[in-house]
């Protein structure tokens, strides 16, 4: 065919290269979904360090404490980062914080069980409530936010029925006792780098108690938690064939299902993803904390989703990414504690708060319009 | 052995008392263009769903390679090597040209249970593809919404080539392009034809489908009204048979003026 030769360019891919090089990294960075947060955060700390740099809250323990917080909401953000790019949202994150609570709690106190068990069941349970909210969106086809609002509910029910049934009461204290010697529990109740803060405390290069030991002990659980599931989340997504699965799921179930990708297991798999990372959170409180609460997570969904929203995760889905949602975490976290150290009425959070979001859902709009624009 | 790479003979569906499609039969050799012509509702939809697995018809068969197939699912289809590029080209715009291209059917690389994408070789592959066809996608990692609509139908055809398609079903592949993007996509499909494929070209745009269609089957109502070669039938005795004659005398004005915006380009 006379077409043939026409159509068939090997200058193509010897031009390949050199104009490769031509895209600035500039460009690069402008189409990654996690700028604006990663600005955002930069933008936090010079504010921050101008504002509040001498009153102490850039010291290794007020450091660790703004981080801590960032980590522990960046858990849930991570996944639920990952359920939106999804194409799915989950609002029962803060109401199975709660839940898990007490599944850990009441069986340890008031059963009998090893606290190891407790753990194992509490994330039985959240690999349960995963898979039945994810079914029911799957199989119904109705959408996750009625499914996981009916769940946001039910679970809370649940928590606060189930508790006052056992206990009398809405709080399950006294675990602390248990965590000494469990085989599962210093995952989730061990700071790390201890070495390292008491070598630093000896050197006198970090604020010191009146004793001699160092103010910030070590690296919370949390932080260690936070960087792991960040970095996991990420080579999934970017690294793994499920990766490009959870993208095409969001991006266009129909198209997705037409070229093979099996778009009910991947969102079935990821509402699993946000209950264990709740349970995960859980954890972590009610071992820090040494007792569960029945209210404990309340509106941490809505947290979750705007850390992910900020990190560049589309409502829509198909678009954002889990550095991105990192970056939210750090963001709401460092504002969220930096507001003590400034004069700012800390009521000014959530507005702050609403602000942040409202903004960096404008700034996505553009991206994405930005992204699929037509030559 | 006969000549024909698939046949599909006397297929019919219905759908309750409703019959959607009554004894169409259509004979692909490999590389030869038939278009499937038929205004809305002459049963092309259903038609394309049961070439591509989706439907199982009632009665005929389908013969492949001189072995007679039954379809349980899409997916058989696809194995045997029939593939169906349906008309919302099953692409995610926010997704890059790579990760679109091998969507489903990611090459991996490493060690059991820690396989990773391998994304170096398929951004090779997908740029290489491609390029093949003319399209010089600079960077690979680009998303499919910032290329045109021509360009994402060339896409989502060489997509189904690569993954082994014998027989390319095309559903309307140049109803949403102009006049030099429709001409890109069909050049394509030629020069994939030529390349040994047999495809079923799709489409109600007579204008279109007859430059590069060695046979031509037209569809009214759900019947086939024969399938013609293209030295046997002119272009406007097809388009008055899609028509069916009823409202022949204003596309005639119709395409007389499209006919002159035509020559003009």
């Known amino acids: 065919m006379s077409l043939k030769s026409k159509s068939i360019s090997s200058k193509s891919s010897l031009n390949e290269d050199e104009r490769l090089k031509k895209i600035s990294p500039l460009r690069v960075l402008l189409n990654r979904p996690e700028l604006g947060a990663l600005g955002g955060s930069i933008l936090v700390f010079i504010f921050f360090g101008i504002v509040a740099g001498d009153t102490g809250m850039f010291s290794a323990y007020g450091m660790l404490n703004f981080l801590d917080v960032s980590a522990n909401l960046g858990i849930i953000a991570i996944a639920a980062a990952m359920l939106m790019i999804g194409g799915e949202f989950d609002l029962s ?4 914080i709660g839940f898990a609570g007490i599944c850990i709690a009441i069986p340890a106190i008031y059963w009998g069980w090893p606290l190891w068990m407790s753990i194992v069941f509490a994330f039985a349970m959240a690999v349960l409530v995963g898979y039945f909210n994810g079914i029911m969106v799957v199989k119904t086809g109705l959408p996750s936010f009625i499914v996981t609002l009916a769940m946001l509910f039910i679970l809370r029910g649940l928590t606060l029925a189930i508790t006052r049934l056992i206990t009398g009461r809405t709080q399950v204290p006294g675990l602390r006792v248990l965590i000494e010697d469990d085989p599962l529990a210093w995952l989730f109740a061990t700071d790390t780098f201890k070495w390292l803060f008491t070598w630093l405390g000896s050197l006198k290069l970090i604020e010191l108690r009146t004793d001699g030991t160092p103010l910030a002990t070590g690296i919370p659980p949390s932080v260690i938690w936070f960087i792991a599931l960040t970095l996991f989340a990420t080579w999934i997504l970017m ?5 490009n699965w959870i993208f095409a799921s969001g991006g266009d179930k129909v198209g997705a299902t037409n070229v093979g990708v099996p778009v009910g297991r991947v969102k079935i798999s990821l509402f ?10 859980a954890c972590i409180q009610v071992l820090d904390a040494g007792s569960a609460d029945t209210m404990r997570g309340t509106l941490k969904e809505l947290e979750a989703i705007a850390a992910a929203v900020v990190g560049g995760c589309l409502l829509t889905g198909g678009y954002g990414s889990a550095i991105g949602a990192a ?8 504002v969220s504690m930096g507001i003590f150290y400034t004069d700012v009425d800390t009521d000014w959070f959530k507005v702050f708060l609403g602000a942040m979001m409202l903004i960096a859902v404008v700034f996505n709009n553009y991206i994405r319009k930005k992204v699929t624009e037509s030559k | 052995m006969s000549d024909y790479l698939v046949q599909f003979n006397n297929i019919s569906k219905f759908f309750g008392k409703v019959i959607a499609l009554k004894d169409v039969t259509m004979r692909l050799k490999k590389g030869e263009i038939m278009c499937l012509l038929g205004d809305n509702g002459a049963g092309k939809s259903t038609l394309i769903k049961t070439l591509a697995g989706v439907h199982k018809p009632d009665e005929g068969e389908i013969i492949f390679e001189d072995k007679k197939i039954v379809f349980d699912s899409p997916k058989d289809a696809l194995d045997i090597g029939i593939g169906t590029v349906y008309q919302d080209l099953a692409l995610v715009p926010l997704m890059s040209v790579t990760r679109n291209f091998f969507m489903g059917r990611e090459p991996q690389k490493g060690i059991p249970f820690l396989k990773t994408f391998d994304v170096e070789k398929a951004n090779k592959i997908a740029a290489d ?9 600079r960077d690979p990692s680009q998303a499919v919404g910032t ?14 080539i690569y993954f082994g398609a014998k027989v390319l079903v095309l559903d309307e592949p140049t109803s949403a392009l102009g006049v030099h993007q429709a001409s890109m996509v069909l050049k394509y499909i030629v020069k994939a034809a030529s390349e040994g494929l047999a495809v079923i070209l799709i489409t109600h745009n007579v204008h279109h489908a007859y430059p590069v269609g060695n046979s031509f089957t037209v569809l009214n109502r759900g019947k086939s009204m024969g399938t013609f070669q293209k030295k046997d039938i002119s272009r406007e005795k097809l388009l008055s048979m899609m028509a069916g004659g009823e409202e022949l005398d204003k596309l005639e004005v119709e395409l007389q003026e499209m006919d002159r915006i035509h020559n003009k380009n």
């Open chain 2, 147 to 160: 290329m045109s609509g021509g360009e994402r139908q060339c896409l989502a055809i060489s997509r189904a």
């Open chain 1, 239 to 243: 690294k793994t064939r499920y990766g």
């Open chain 2, 129 to 137: 593809r491609m390029g093949q066809i003319g399209i010089d996608v």
């Open chain 1, 272 to 281: 699993i993803g946000t209950a264990v990372a709740s349970t995960i959170f």
């Open chain 1, 93 to 96: 994150i803060g109401s199975m």
């Open chain 1, 327 to 334: 970056f939210g975490a750090i963001i709401f976290g460092t």
